[in-house]
């Protein structure tokens, strides 16, 4: 099957629609759109989404108003959406959805951020083991799985404006990147690293401060991690800075 997809990181949908949310996923026209942190519950969500034709519409909200949260919209419907990773201290946040088409499930995740006082790193390491288990247990069942979403980690030195500031900051610790190292090491690949190992300057996030984005210093937090059966088919994988709404901006890619 082919499969074209973004994810995005919304920061409320609720202000990223009075920001342009609509005329961003009318230009990226893809099969299937992943959305982060929505902060809203699903009678909050704003009336403009059902201008949105053709497109079905997956929601899973913290439990806690105004947090956390993730949704989908779909062209291609998939067989099911379930929500959460079964796994009560992450699905209460509502932080993951589990979208399963035909040959591919696709894993859609706001990982915690570690936190300013790094109170939340152990929370965030285990997460990522919760994820790694589910990866393998969708592949033992004949499915190949897309792990995307806002990862809040950047893997690489490449991967930041600034890597040496931040080595003591969450997003950039050695043992957040270690985690992306072990998903690598079991099989995943980087969809957007493997097409453009060398790429410097690509990022997806940016503070909100000291014009950070007008000056591109930037994190990439946005990734596609796909089992290693996938890799050969990811075609086309963008990163949409100019695409505004959110201080993330879409990342998207095409299974061929």
Partial sequence: MTLSMATWNVNGIRACVKKGFTEVVESLDVDLLCLQEVRAKVEQLPKELEALEGMSAHWFPAQ?????????LCRKEPEEVIEG??????????????IVFEEVVVVNSYVPNGGRDLSRVDYKLRYHEHLLKLSKAWQSKGKEVVMTGDWNTCHQSIDLARPKANVKNTGFLPEERAW????????HVDTFREEFPELEGAYSWWSQRGGARQKNVGWRLDYFLVSKGLASRCQSNTIHPDLLGSDHCPVSMIIE
Avoid: A, N
Wanted: aromatic content about 6%; charged content about 30%; glycine content about 20%.
């Fill in 85 to 98: 990773i079964g796994v009560e201290e992450y699905d209460v946040e509502g932080r993951s959805q589990q």
């Fill in 64 to 72: 806690r108003p105004g947090y956390s949260g993730v949704g989908c």
């Fill in 180 to 187: 992306v190292d072990r998903l690598l090491e079991d099989g």
